[in-house]
Each structure stands twice: as structure tokens, then as C-alpha cells.
């Protein structure tokens, strides 16, 4: 939910316009269970939860609204509910601000809005919200929780303990997975925002990459890229992108007749030679082993299409039960071969048609087209393009970052890399639409400073800044 609302906002619509939207569908839902003139106490706790009820309070102009907002107004914790405060006491509605338990006292209502506590909520309820939750527990009136009733957990349902028991919720944007076995009535509420943030992505996606302060090296992936032969800028250049993009070790796998080579790119990477000059079947069963310690492997960038490098993809996907991203020649393989793999393929349009998939100029008939053919594959596809498309066969997101600059050789190879660190830490469909949109924004912000002249390794110094959001 975090993500898509900085999704939305990216997409220019605030999250104060969210909370009037929120707020106005909790006076609906008032209106359905109480008469005008019924007499409403709004309980109001200090986050975006109680915001949402201080602005259905402005909404109720035919009931006997008196709102009470648990804690000091000082200690409002956002902005946005702060302002909807001010306005009530600047409109001088009906308000008290209860700052210990003693001083709460709920009255006699006929209906009771339970906004203390939505999806913010963590342990159990502290004072004046405990004391508050037995009051709205024990009265005769009729109760309506906004987004989830106070005291739940909306993802698991549970309570830590007390919880208000509520006769109807009235939940935001989409249903929410704790509230199937509430024994009281949900009601999902069109809060307005755009179906844009959920399919395209944008800031709110980068939430998925925030570090745990306690991790340790490893715990970001270690990264092994399989591919040069014929060309050996390539697997540098996707091993690389993996580091920037936060994997702990890159490691290339390559012809011992290039390794040299390969490590000349850079002293970051770590270069395992396996003899020739080409990937070959005989190589399978050590790369096999030596991926089996690995997060995630990326295979294919600079490996070239002679007969027995594909023979060896074929080989080793057949075997292999990690996760792969497959990229450039090695994309080929992947329609018949039996994996217990995930894979995520990184085509363009070109390589797409190659694998048997179909393709169209419009995005939104592509969408589709790329949706069914990731289920036929039984794997999650990326489908480079101007609109990037990503399908697990399920669900559908779509990039628009990225620029006409982007088009010089190299790029499909930062993002193949960033998509192997990615997909050592996130699901396949998060790690390739997260991997495409930082792709993208490094492109972009290359591109401010190069324009058409950009180059590869310009995206790779701005892979970090493009995956930490800083504005182009
Ligand atoms: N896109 C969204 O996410 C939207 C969310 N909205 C509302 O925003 C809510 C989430 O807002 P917040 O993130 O501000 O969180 P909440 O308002 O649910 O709770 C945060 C507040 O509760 C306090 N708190 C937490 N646990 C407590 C406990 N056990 N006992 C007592 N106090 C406790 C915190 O200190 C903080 O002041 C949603 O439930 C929904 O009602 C809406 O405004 C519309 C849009
Ligand atoms: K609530």
C-alpha cells in the first residue's frame, strides 16, 4: 500500500487528496447506518487513521458530530491529519482531546467511528486506546472502523489482544487480507487512486529494496554471470551492474581464453575461467556446482549462439533448479527446455518473436500478449521496449523509464545484471519491473548529462542513484 501511494503521488495525486476521498467514503457509509441528526462520536487517533474520520467529520454537517482525538494535537504524527484537525477547531466543530484514559468519555452515541488505529498499528493497544476500544465495546451503538478496526492486524487478522469490535468496516482501495475472517461487514471503498499506480512503476516500487540495518555481506545476493566467448565486454558489464545494483558478489563464469580480459574491466568482480574459448556441454556439471551456492545466476550476455553454447544453456537449465535470468542468445533455449528453474527472461522485441512469442506497437494489447506467453512458458518475462512489459503470466507492470538514448549497445546488459541482483532479493515479477525502472532512470539521468551520446558503463555509475530515487 506504501508503494502504491508513492506511486500515486509520483502520478500527481497526494496522499491528502487520498485522505478526503477516505474520509468522504466513511461519512457515506455513516450516512448509510445512521438518520440525520443521529448523534456520531468520531474516535480519532494520532495517524493517517484518524485523519481519515476528521475529515468524514466535515462531511456530517446533518448528524451530531463530536469528535475525540486520543492524545495531544502536538503529537498528531502526519502533517495532513495535523491539518484536518486544525480545521476542525478553526470551524469549530464539536471537538476534546483526551490525554489520559481517565478524561476519555465516549457518551451516549448511536454510532461510533473507530479511526484510532488502521494499518499503522503495532503490539497491542497502548492508552488512551485500550481504554477507549472497552468504552466503544461496551455501548449500545451501532460501530462503523475505518479501513480496519482498531486494535487488527490487517494483514493477519489477529489482534495483539483487545481489538474494537466493529459492525461494519469500511476499508480503502482494496479489500485487505485480515479482514476475510472478521465476523462483521467490509466494505471496500474507490478512494481514487489511479489504476496507473498499481500497473506502471514508479518511486513506490524502490520500497522494496530498503536494508534491514542488521544485515550481513551476503545477504544481498551473490551473483554468478555466465556468458562471453565471442564478445567480452558484455558479462563485465552485467556483473557490474549486479554490484551497483546491491548484490555483496559478482561473479563471471567465462572461457578461459577471455578471463583475462573480462578482469580487466574491473578488480570487483570475481573471474572463474573454464577451459576453450566458448561455453560447451563439458562445462555443465562444474558451473552446476559452483551456481548451486549462488542467489541467482544471469546467463547469456556476450555467450554468442554457437550450436554447442546453446546445447550447454539447454543442458544446464534442465538441471538447474535456481533462479536464472536469461538474456540475449541464450533466450532461445528456453521454450523447450524442462527447468525446475525460475527464470526471468530479459527479451526485446526481436528476441521475443525468436521465442516463439508474439508482439504488437500498442503496449496495452502487448500487455496481454506477453501476460499469456509468460503463463505458456511457465516463467516470468521482461519484454524490453519503450514500455517495458513484465508478466509472470499473472499480474502485469509496466515501465515507462528509459530513453531513444538507451538504444546503444551494452544497456541490456546493465539491466540483465541488475535484474540477477535484484532477483537474489525479491520475488521474479518485483525484481524484473524494479530492475527495468532503475534501468530506465539510470538511462535518464545518462542521458542528462550525454543525451543520444550515452554510453553502458554511464548507466552503471547511475544504477545506485536511479535505485535510491534521487530525482533526474
Ligand atoms: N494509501 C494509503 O495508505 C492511505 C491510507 N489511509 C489511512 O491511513 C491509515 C494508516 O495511517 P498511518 O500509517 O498513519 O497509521 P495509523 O493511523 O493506523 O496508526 C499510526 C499511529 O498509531 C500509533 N500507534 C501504533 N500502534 C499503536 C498501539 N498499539 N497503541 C496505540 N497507538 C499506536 C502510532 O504511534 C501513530 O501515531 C490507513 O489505515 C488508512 O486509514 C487513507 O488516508 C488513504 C490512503
Ligand atoms: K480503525
Known sequence: MAAVDLNAEALGVP??????????AVARACRDLADPGASVAVVAGRGNNGGD???????LKAYDVTVHLLGRPETISTDIARENWDALVAGEADHRTVTDSAGFDLGDPDLVVDAMLGTGVTGALREPEATAARAINDSSATVLAVDVP?????????????????DRVVTFHDDKPGLGDLDCE??????????????FTGPGDLLALDRDAQSHKGDHGDVLVVGGGPYTGAPALAAQSALRAGADLARVACPEAVAREVQGYSENLIVRGFSGDRLAPEHVPDLLDFAADRDAVVFGPGLGDADESLAAVREFLAAYDGTAVVDADALQVVPDVDTEATLICTPHQGELRKMGGETDSDWEVRSDLVREFAADLGHTLLVKGAYDVVSDGDAVRVNRTGNPGMTVGGTGDVLAGATGALAAVLPPLDAAAVAAYGNGRAGDLAAEAFGGGLVATDLLERLPAALRGDEA
Open 15 to 24: 496522499r491528502k487528496q487520498l485522505m478526503e476521498s477516505s474520509g468522504n
Open 53 to 59: 474520520a476528521l475529515v468524514a467529520a466535515r462531511f
Open 150 to 166: 482498531s486494535g487488527v492486524d490487517a494483514d493477519t487478522g489477529d489482534a495483539a489482544g483487545l481489538a474494537v469490535d466493529a
Open 186 to 199: 467490509v466494505v471496500v471503498a474507490d478512494i481514487g487512486i489511479p489504476e496507473a499506480a498499481e500497473l
